[in-house]
């Protein structure tokens, strides 16, 4: 009996030695590339402001989500994320090819989300940062990006990536 609990141990370790590989290698190879010019591009929100990532960066890490309404995984990861900026998270939102402003601003109504978005209406923003998966997420400090990640992430998985970026 203890053998057979030894050897399942062992294969339990090896399945989530394997699987961190492969998350961390496909979150490597799906990685965003931020754009020379864009800590420093003026990006225009929904309720009217102008922002830049290397100022919301400047002090402490800026969580950058980038996201979409038709988004199946999105709806996962979207509470997670508005729960971070509710607690005093810095988080930025850039919703891709979700429509025009008027139409982002009703489904973040609808879904009694409030989180602060440049709309990516013709997902020019995307494709400059090299977006192939909704949802990515990409911590930024100081203007750099220090990591990033796509698919579904959870609340602690964010929490931890902007806690580790401070170092």
């Known amino acids: ?21 492969i998350v961390v290698l496909m979150d490597l190879w799906r990685a965003p590339k931020m754009p020379s010019t864009f800590d420093s591009t003026p990006l225009h929100t929904l309720d009217g402001n102008s922002v830049t990532l290397s100022t919301l960066s400047e002090e402490r890490p800026l969580l950058l989500y980038f996201w979409a309404s038709w988004c199946g995984v999105c709806r996962y990861t979207t509470p997670s994320v508005t729960q971070l900026a509710e607690e005093g998270e810095n988080v930025m939102t850039i919703a891709l090819r979700s429509g025009a402003a ?10 009694k989300v409030q989180l602060p978005v440049v709309n990516d209406a013709s997902g020019e923003l995307s494709r400059n940062w090299q977006i192939g998966v909704t949802p990515t997420l990409v911590v930024l400090y100081k203007g750099e ?15 931890a ?3 580790w970026a401070a170092f």
């Open 102 to 111: 008027v139409d982002v601003s009703r489904w973040l109504e609808q879904k």
């Open 145 to 159: 990006v220090v990591s990033s990640t796509t698919g579904w992430t959870t609340y602690w998985g964010m929490k």
């Open 161 to 163: 990536r902007l806690w």
């Open 1 to 21: 009996m203890k053998s057979k609990l030894r050897r399942w141990g062992k294969e339990a370790l090896v399945m989530v030695v394997i699987f961190i590989t």
